[in-house]
């Protein structure tokens, strides 16, 4: 049988659990390669997904025998055959946070189930954990996503607007990838004092500070990396604030292991900025992998130890509403003793210097 699909059986019979239905697509993607519409319900000897007809032949043609799975046309299924899928199962679990009230309902009438029952989010919990085949999407995707910030850093001049960059990076990623993992943010001067800033019309100045959050998906895997950078030249007034993000982003970097506490780590930069008169407005990190942000969730609201071969995020950022904002970040791999950068471009001053040569304009990144 499937891994995947044996791994969550076992589950099952260690939470007395006889049935389960699946509806998340994210998650019958993890547990099947099935990208379609359609329901997974694991009874007590069968592994069926039911689909419409439309999607019948796609469907066949991503499941082999030894994924185990019998497919059926919605159709074709009478009410009879509902009810005796989980016949004799005293417990059927169900997705709780995914499933509306009204769904729920509809279950226990399609079903006739006798126990519902809440499952805990222990398909989300068994994604955190990457194997070795996921762990090389991500990290093809975090190649491409370095790949274009170098683009980008060359496409840039003055007096282009926020949403032609954010443009050209959707191009870049539509040509190379199946697109952006999310939308871009693109923000510049006072813009970047907005943590989920949406690309604006403002032009960039030719001295200016530009934010660009950016990532993209490689065979149903994400990335995500920021940024913060500069034109002409880094303001004084802004080099204590990117000096203490960027010291606190290595610490963490240093920090992120196998049985880290996600509440500490983030304590400890909170604890840091504050003593330098700032807040950490927002979580430090948050898993990566078919969604772009997933469990973990690395926050002071969260007490979960990372695990090897996790992949998340370390992000930590400082904003002065009206006036800038600085964020850095990566997505990293954890190991047993550290982690492992995927994303992987330069974090120091990155400045892009504009001059006119023999009457052609032309870009010059320095990095300080």
């Not at 016949?87 to 006739?112: D, L």
């Not at 939308?183 to 970047?192: H, L, P, Q």
């Not at 200016?208 to 303001?235: A, E, H, L, Q, W």
Request: aromatic share 10%; net charge negative.
């Amino acid at each position: 049988m499937n891994p995947k699909l044996q791994w969550l059986r076992n589950k099952m019979s260690s939470l007395d659990l006889q049935g389960l239905i699946i509806s998340n697509p994210i998650n019958i993607k993890y547990l099947t390669n099935i990208e379609a519409e359609g329901i997974l319900l694991l009874t007590r000897k069968e592994n069926i997904y039911i689909t419409d007809a439309r999607y019948i032949e796609h469907v066949h043609s991503i499941l082999t025998l030894y994924d185990e799975i019998i497919v059926y046309d919605m159709n074709d299924v009478s009410k009879e055959d509902y009810e005796n899928f989980f016949m004799f199962c005293e417990n059927v679990g169900f997705e709780e946070y995914y499933v509306t009230y009204a769904q729920y309902k509809e279950y226990m009438r399609k079903y006739k189930i006798n126990s519902l029952v809440e499952t805990e989010h222990i398909i989300e919990k068994q994604r955190m954990i990457k194997d070795e085949e996921e762990i090389r999407n991500i990290k093809k995707a975090c190649e491409i996503t370095d790949n274009c910030f170098s683009y980008i850093l060359d496409y840039i001049k003055p007096g282009m607007t926020e949403k032609q960059i954010a443009n050209e990076i959707e191009e870049y990623y539509k040509e190379r990838t199946e697109g952006v993992s999310f939308d871009t943010i693109v923000a510049s001067g006072e813009n970047t004092s907005k943590p989920h800033a949406i690309p604006s019309d403002r032009k960039i100045q030719d001295v200016d500070i530009i934010t660009i959050d950016m990532g993209c998906i490689v065979n149903g895997y994400c990335s995500d990396m920021t940024r913060t950078f500069f034109v002409g030249k880094v303001p004084e007034y802004v080099k204590p604030v990117y000096d203490l993000v960027l010291k606190n982003q290595t610490q963490t970097t240093e920090d992120f292991k196998d049985g880290a506490s996600t509440r500490l780590l983030t304590k400890m930069v909170e604890n840091d900025f504050k003593l330098n008169g700032y807040d950490l407005v927002h979580s430090l990190g948050h898993g990566v992998g078919m969604e772009i942000h997933e469990a973990p969730y690395i926050s002071y609201r969260s007490d979960t130890q990372l695990k090897e071969n996790m992949v998340v995020t370390n992000e930590p950022g400082i904003y002065i509403p009206g006036k800038f904002g600085v964020r850095i970040e990566d997505t990293v791999q954890i190991t047993k003793f550290g982690c492992i950068n995927l994303t992987n471009s330069e974090k120091n001053y990155i400045v892009i210097c504009q001059w006119v040569s023999m009457g052609t304009e032309k870009n010059d990144t320095a990095k300080m």
